[in-house]
């Protein structure tokens, strides 16, 4: 049962950027592509634990700060040819309020 | 319904056009492959390898079987097309299949020359193009002992070697008296032909083949001179013919190949063709770098996004033979209008000559020390002006202060688990499995699967030398270098656009170029943004989303996540009121480290990002602003005492150094700047290691420009010697404004400097006074818009400074 958490209005996360959702087990990045979609990961780079929030988005893609993995926000997979994979959370906007499953 | 697509020609050129097509439009069509050989794809160049006995057929597989089925490829293999029906648009192979097409692609490369004497027909006499001529090869090898290779190129060359390798007695017959004659002049030949004897070889020079004599095989040959020699095989390796026997049989217009134009379709426009059966603007080519890059072409326009076109190659040459060491490109021979430079040490097996043409690199041959060849090669292509480097060209880039060129072919000479890449951690070993297993051609494919050379770069030159003493030559660069894989465009050709279109955003850039990608990549955003601001610094506005995250949160990210702050001193210059405030800062924010930089600066390591606003708004009521020690920026101006205190100061260089900063902080560059200035040549702050550096001496003030201190350790050059601080002040200005308008992004002066040469830098700083001053004013006006405090901007802004804090917490 997927329990949908109120985070906050779209306009709050920047285009092409991330906010970070504090919880107890740990940072949870809530990212907004340019088509307005958003994503959640877990706020940990499945390389070294770079803080993907802190990225550069385009597409549907975040590039780690640290070393430039690439990361699929859908998926919280890798991009070839790196290897790895980060948690994802499902999120859904309603009247404008971004809403993350946990 | 998709569109079908039909490759006849399963090999090099063809199969690499479809990897193309399938990484851009990778549904567009329902693809079929024809291929006249049993295989999948394999990598034909390393035939040589094969039959030398350092590889095996596995080995050089580039797309099995599976590959075709994962792509869902029909392949029919072993089959050869015999007709088309171009009306009907139907492809028939021997067997009778047919497959009807909308697009044809012929790639169906070429044929060994049979050279037609008598006997030419008779088993054992083959060419040297395929697995079976290897079989061939290996299999004879195995119980005969004589073997002669009629043509002493490239691949006769590659073909004996190995044969001696396999065990026979080998006789290479010339028809000249220089080997490779088409790619080395006479030194160079005969250097290549006295290491090859040694090898145990044997030359017949200047001599021609009368007939091959046998009855059921081959038993000998003999020469016009009457010689006869016996032989077990032969291999005729006098050069190729592209194959254009279906494609003159459906009537496409072909002279010596399949003429093509500069999108690489043929006189019909539904059948395109790429590879060794291509001619294109009258040339034919035999090497694989020119067939990927129509490939590319092709691909391109299959998909029909209709950019990109061919418009020929120049090409590069190496042997594949262990311990031999040569390289050849373009003109070598050279005539009445051009200048030769020769270094040559026969004693020491090594030969260069470097011919030039108005100080262009016109051709270059090198035998022995190759290590050079491809940076001669790219200045050849990019026809870079040598004038300010001719003096040491001959000594190679390493000379030039480049590292990971060092080492005469170091990369050969490692072991296989040396590391390669200090960054990354990876080992010379892994970087040849990558090659190997997942058949990577080019530099860039190597730094995207091993991430070797992908960091700081300074292992590129390794890389390379791995890349070719592993696969052959490849060096496949293009001419034109894209800025990334979102644009064909290059960085000259942007920063063109932007400045003639008035293109004033980054949407606005990707509108105009039609960028390939909707929000572009984390390697191009951040160029653009900057291009965009710095030729339009009033009516652009920066874009935050756009900036890697040091410049976004005006901090340097740590490993662990959190930031590090440096107010700037000027001129490293500091009161006991500041040191206090950042005493008092590093306790409220418990910094985790506080440390003295090499920038004569002290930055607080470990603060939280939440914090940053904050830490920068009582660090500005102490009367400090941010450093920039993270911006693509002035960083800082390093400084020693001078005159007001050294007894050898000649100026007053810490007055003058924070002058300096004063005007140029804040400013947006390609790459970070540094600058310095030093109270007499003993050059206490190190100003000759600076983008620009000031020596005070007696007279005045000597100026420097392209010093870099680090990955690789550049001593700046001269620019002028002027007499006044205010002169000091107009070069410098002048000196980053051309570097900003010019310089690619992320390219620091020192690079920059050798890419465009000192004299052009002279030219409009020192020699064109009014020039200069402009260029300065430019600069200055720009100063008006980039020069605030980026810490006081986000601690003032409400809406920002959120970005710095969670957006909720929960539990
Ligand atoms: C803090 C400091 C080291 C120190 O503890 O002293 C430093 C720290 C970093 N340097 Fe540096 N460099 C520091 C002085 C230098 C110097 C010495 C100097 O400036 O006199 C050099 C050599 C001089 C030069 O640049 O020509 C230097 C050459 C580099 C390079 C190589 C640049 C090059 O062109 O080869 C990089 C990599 C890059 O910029 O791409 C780099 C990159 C970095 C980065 C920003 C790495 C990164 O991208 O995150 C480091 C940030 C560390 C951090 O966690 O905050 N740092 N770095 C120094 C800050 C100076 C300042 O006050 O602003
Ligand atoms: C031993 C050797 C060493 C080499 N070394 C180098 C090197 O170091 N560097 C370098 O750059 N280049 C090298 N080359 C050259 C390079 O291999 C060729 O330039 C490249 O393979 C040409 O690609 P292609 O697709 O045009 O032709 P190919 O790779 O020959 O592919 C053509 C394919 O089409 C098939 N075909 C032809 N007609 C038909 C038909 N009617 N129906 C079906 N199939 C058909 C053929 O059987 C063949 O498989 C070397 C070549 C050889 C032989
Ligand atoms: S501070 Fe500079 S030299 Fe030290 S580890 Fe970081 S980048 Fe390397
Ligand atoms: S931690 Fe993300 S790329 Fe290294």
């Not at chain 2, 199969?15 to 024809?34: C, G, N, Q, S, W």
């Not at chain 2, 200048?339 to 090198?366: F, P």
């Amino acid at each position: 049962m997927s329990n949908w958490i109120e985070i906050g209005a779209v306009e709050e996360i920047p285009k092409l950027g991330s906010r970070v959702v504090e919880t107890a087990k740990g940072d949870i990045a809530v990212f907004r592509a340019a088509d307005d979609h958003v994503f959640a990961l877990r706020d940990s780079c499945p390389h070294k634990q770079g803080p993907l929030s802190q990225g550069i988005v385009h597409g549907h893609t975040v590039t780690c700060p640290l070393h430039n993995w690439k990361i699929d926000l859908a998926s919280g997979e890798a991009q070839e040819p790196d290897e790895g994979c980060t948690g994802k959370y499902e999120t859904k906007v309603e009247a404008g309020v971004v809403y993350l499953a946990l | 319904m998709k569109e079908k697509l039909v490759l006849v020609g399963n090999g090099m050129a063809g199969v690499r056009t479809i990897e193309e097509l399938l990484k851009i439009a990778p549904d567009m069509y329902d693809i079929t492959v024809f291929g006249a050989e049993p295989y999948g794809n394999y990598n034909r160049i390393l035939l040589s390898p094969v039959l030398a006995g350092d590889k095996t057929i596995d080995d050089i597989m580039l797309n099995t079987l599976d590959w075709y089925e994962e792509n869902n490829i029909k392949l029919h293999v072993g089959k050869t097309v015999v007709d088309v029906d171009r009306k009907g648009r139907k492809v028939i192979a021997d067997d009778g299949t047919e497959e009807t097409y909308d697009r044809l692609l012929l790639a169906t490369g070429s044929n060994p020359f049979i050279i037609p004497v008598p006997g030419h027909g008779l088993p054992g006499v083959i060419g040297f193009r395929d697995i079976k001529d290897v079989d061939t090869m290996l299999g004879t090898a195995k119980t005969k002992t004589h073997a002669v290779v009629i043509g002493g190129g490239l691949l006769g060359l590659e073909a004996a070697n190995g044969l001696k390798i396999q065990g026979m007695d080998v006789t290479v017959v010339h028809l000249t008296d220089t080997l490779m004659e088409r790619q080395m002049d006479d030194v160079s030949g005969r250097m290549l032909q006295q290491s090859l004897e040694e090898k145990g070889l044997q030359f017949l020079m200047a001599t021609q083949t009368e007939a091959i004599l046998g009855d059921d095989c081959v038993k000998a040959v003999r020469f016009k001179d009457g010689l006869e020699i016996s032989a077990d095989i032969v291999v005729m390796a006098a050069g190729i013919r592209p194959n254009i026997e279906l494609a003159e049989k459906i009537g496409l217009h072909c002279e010596r190949g399949i003429v093509v134009n500069d999108t690489m379709q043929t006189f019909d426009p539904k059948i395109y063709s790429v590879g060794e059966c291509v001619q294109h603007r009258g040339e034919t080519y035999g090497l694989v770098a020119p067939l990927f890059e129509q490939g590319k072409v092709c691909a391109n326009h299959l998909a029909k996004f209709g950019i990109g076109r061919y418009e020929g190659s120049v090409t590069s040459t190496k042997l594949k033979v262990t311990g031999i060491d040569l390289f050849s490109a373009g003109d070598f021979t050279g005539d009445d209008t051009t200048e030769d430079i020769i270094m040559k040490d026969v004693a020491n097996g090594v030969y260069k000559k470097v011919v030039l043409k108005d100080n262009k690199i016109h051709g270059a041959v090198m035998y022995g020390d190759t290590v050079d060849g491809a940076w001669y090669f790219q200045m050849l292509r990019d026809g870079t002006d040598v004038s300010d480097i001719r003096d040491h060209l001959m000594f190679g880039q390493a000379h030039l202060g480049d590292a990971g060129h060092g080492g005469e072919n170091a990369a050969s000479a490692m072991s296989d688990d040396m590391e390669v890449c200090g960054c990354n951690g990876v080992c010379k070993g892994d970087i040849v499995n990558a090659i190997t297993d997942k058949g990577l051609f080019t530099l860039e494919e190597v730094k995207a699967h091993t991430k070797a050379a992908a960091s700081c770069g300074s292992c590129t030159g390794l890389v390379e030398q791995i890349l070719a003493s592993t696969v052959g030559d490849y060096s496949d660069t293009p001419k034109k270098k894209a800025m990334c894989g979102c644009t064909e465009h290059t960085h000259d050709e942007v920063r063109h656009a932007i400045k003639h279109n008035e293109l004033t955003s980054i949407p606005a850039v990707h509108e105009f170029l039609e960028w390939k990608t909707p929000d572009g990549c984390a390697s191009c955003r951040p160029a653009l943004n900057f291009y965009v601001l710095a030729a339009w610094p009033n009516e652009s506005v920066d874009d935050p989303q756009s900036r890697f995250i040091n410049e976004r949160v005006h901090a340097n990210i740590q490993k662990d996540g959190t930031y590090s702050v440096v107010p700037r001193m000027w001129g490293g210059v500091t009161t006991p009121n500041e040191l206090r405030a950042i005493a008092d800062a590093a306790e409220k924010f418990d910094a985790k480290m506080v440390k003295v930089t090499g920038g004569q600066r002290i930055d607080l390591f470990g603060i939280k990002k939440e914090d940053l606003p904050e830490i920068w708004s009582d660090l500005n009521k102490a009367g400090m602003v941010s450093g920039h020690a993270y911006g693509k920026s002035l960083r800082t101006v390093k400084t020693c005492v001078g005159e007001e205190w050294c007894r050898f100061g000649t100026q007053d260089s810490t007055g003058l150094g924070i002058k300096i900063e004063e005007m140029t902080w804040g400013s947006q560059t390609p790459h970070k700047f540094k600058i310095a200035v030093s109270g007499c040549p003993r050059n206490c702050a190190e100003a000759t290691i600076k983008d620009f550096g000031v020596v005070c001496v007696d007279s005045g003030y000597e100026l420097h420009v392209g010093g870099n201190g680090g990955i690789h350790v550049k001593a700046t050059d001269l620019l002028a010697r002027v007499a006044t601080e205010e002169e000091a002040m107009e070069y410098c200005g002048a000196f980053m404004q051309i570097y900003r308008e010019e310089a690619h992004y992320l390219e620091r002066t020192a690079p920059w400097i050798e890419r465009v040469g000192l004299s052009y830098v002279k030219e409009k700083v020192v020699e064109d006074e009014v020039g200069r001053k402009v260029l300065n004013q430019r600069f200055l006006d720009s100063q008006d818009v980039f020069k605030f405090d980026p810490w006081a901007r986000e601690v003032a802004d409400a809406e920002t400074r959120k970005v710095y804090i969670p957006i909720k917490k929960i539990g």
